[in-house]
């Protein structure tokens, strides 16, 4: 260390520096900033012009209550056509015979020939309604057998005898044999009622509901594109009644019924009677516009935009008679909607629900 240093150096000191009061004051007291007015920059747009609201509230609207059949009743009307039948038959037994008795007059082997002829005709008619008995009493069963399966979740008991008559109705199903080995092997395992009924659902009619759900989009896309090419109404309605018979048949058929023609006037009964009830029917022109007229209908044609409402219809009566077809209710699976099938026959349709719920 040099002399110069050591003779004129100091020791080190501390020095405190006291902050400028306006500094203090800037920290006791944060910047606050004058409050602002946004309502001339965001605006909001009423429920009633938001076109996604419009639409999905239409979409939603065809997702109507879960269908069931009517109440069977004896009336005055089912008397009366039952006296008239009667009375008809008669008249045509008396026909019949005055025909036998004729020919016997005439020839011995007309009359004889005529008596085959109408045992024959007659064992033909029996069995025919034996068959057409036999399938209403199968939909009976069917309707009794949902409605014992709901109930059955009160006991394990009441729970097993549901599900083996509902594996009972499936057996002769091949899409059931997976889920009905699936339940044999839990006939041995201490289940819960309602845990038994969920698995049954899931295990049995998860493979029938796929392919319910194929039936009625295939003939949703035939009646959407045939009324959608055809000239006339008349042949658009008769194509629709023709697909709607078509796939109703197909569903009970699915599901372990075996309806004839008196099965399937009942059941398409049963169908228009609960949309005309729960107002589907009446969904025309208004559904158009708010289904399709807001992203599709601007780029297809007004006949082509009638042809997907036309099989958006088809597809609502295909949700309804599987609720009547159904052997059990909807529990641990989701039941179908209108949404379901809307990607499928609208797809802009449904890409304007997906950005309203967005």
Not at 8 to 22: C, I, L, N, T, Y
Not at 60 to 71: Q, W
Not at 232 to 256: F, H, K, N, P, Q
Request: proline letters at 5%; glycine letters at 10%.
């Amino acid at each position: 260390m040099s002399d110069d240093f050591k003779n004129h150096g100091r020791k080190p000191a501390a020095f405190s520096v006291e902050p400028d009061e306006q500094a203090k004051g800037a920290e006791r007291q944060p910047q606050r900033r004058a409050p602002a007015s946004y309502s001339d920059r965001v605006v909001m747009t009423p429920d009633a012009d938001d076109p996604f609201i419009e639409t999905t509230a239409a979409i939603e609207g065809l997702n109507l209550p879960e269908a069931t059949p009517r109440r069977r009743r004896l009336s005055f009307g089912k008397v009366a056509a039952g006296a008239l039948g009667i009375l008809l038959s008669l008249a045509l037994g008396l026909w019949v015979d005055h025909l036998v008795r004729d020919l016997f007059s005439r020839a011995d082997w007309l009359g004889y020939g005529a008596i085959a002829v109408v045992a024959i005709g007659a064992l033909a008619f029996l069995v025919v309604i034996v068959r057409e008995l036999s399938g209403m009493m199968q939909l009976t069963a069917i309707q009794q057998l949902k409605k014992d399966v709901g109930e059955a979740a009160a006991s394990t008991r009441t729970a097993r005898g549901a599900t083996a008559r509902l594996v009972h109705l499936l057996a002769a199903n091949p899409r059931t044999a997976k889920g009905r080995a699936r339940l044999a092997e839990t006939e041995g395992e201490i289940i819960d009622g309602p845990h038994l009924i969920e698995l049954t659902e899931r295990e049995l009619l998860t493979p029938l509901d796929r392919e319910a759900r194929r039936i009625i989009l295939a003939a949703s896309k035939r009646v959407s594109i045939v009324t959608a090419v055809s000239p006339r109404a008349l042949v658009d309605l008769g194509y629709v009644l023709y697909e709607s018979a078509r796939m109703i048949r197909a569903m009970a058929e699915l599901y372990g019924g075996r309806p004839g023609t008196l099965g399937m006037l009942r059941l398409m009964r049963d169908v228009i009677a609960h949309l005309a009830v729960t107002g589907s029917i009446a969904a025309g022109d208004s559904l158009i516009q708010q289904v399709l007229g807001h992203g599709l209908a601007s780029k297809l044609s007004a006949r082509l935009g009638e042809g997907v409402i036309n099989g958006l219809m088809t597809a609502r009566i295909g949700i309804a008679a599987m609720d009547l077809c159904r052997p059990m209710p909807f529990r641990a699976l989701k039941r179908p909607g209108i949404g379901d099938f809307l990607s499928d026959l609208a797809p802009g349709a449904s890409r304007s629900e997906n950005r309203s719920g967005n």
